[in-house]
């Protein structure tokens, strides 16, 4: 069976930086788009970026663009997502998800194009 696991979570003071990891068994993460999702205590999750989703090197939404940045190696089975300039609108429970490469080329952060996900790793930005 497939199975994602995210770390790299903790506590950080507004401005720093964490950089989270998703690492993947049981699947090839070359044939996937793999996405990195978030839920902000109280709020609904939320797509904030993917690779292998779209042309390039990846997807993000307004919120997180140019401060995060995703990242994978050919024929390695971890996906990062390096963030910068944290802000505490950024605190929550991050999560990765595995989905098929051309649903999430219309639909990036769309829940239902992912199949498989990790439990999460808590982000907790402090003001």
């Known amino acids: 069976d497939a199975l994602l696991e995210e770390s790299g979570g903790g506590l950080v003071e507004v401005g720093g930086s964490l950089k989270l990891a998703c690492t993947g068994s049981g699947l090839d993460f070359d044939e996937f788009a793999i996405g990195w999702f978030r839920q902000a205590p109280g709020k609904r999750r939320e797509g904030i970026s993917c690779?292998?989703?779209?042309?390039?090197?990846?997807y993000y939404v307004d919120s997180v663009k140019g401060r995060f940045s995703i990242s994978k190696t050919n024929g390695e089975n971890i996906v990062y997502l390096q963030m910068n300039n944290l802000k505490p609108e950024d605190t929550g429970l991050y999560y990765c998800a595995a989905g098929n490469k051309d649903l999430t080329r219309v639909h990036p952060t769309a829940e239902p194009m992912y199949d498989w996900w990790g439990r999460g790793t808590q982000v907790i930005v402090s003001s």
């Open positions: 690779i292998g989703c779209k042309d390039g090197s990846g």
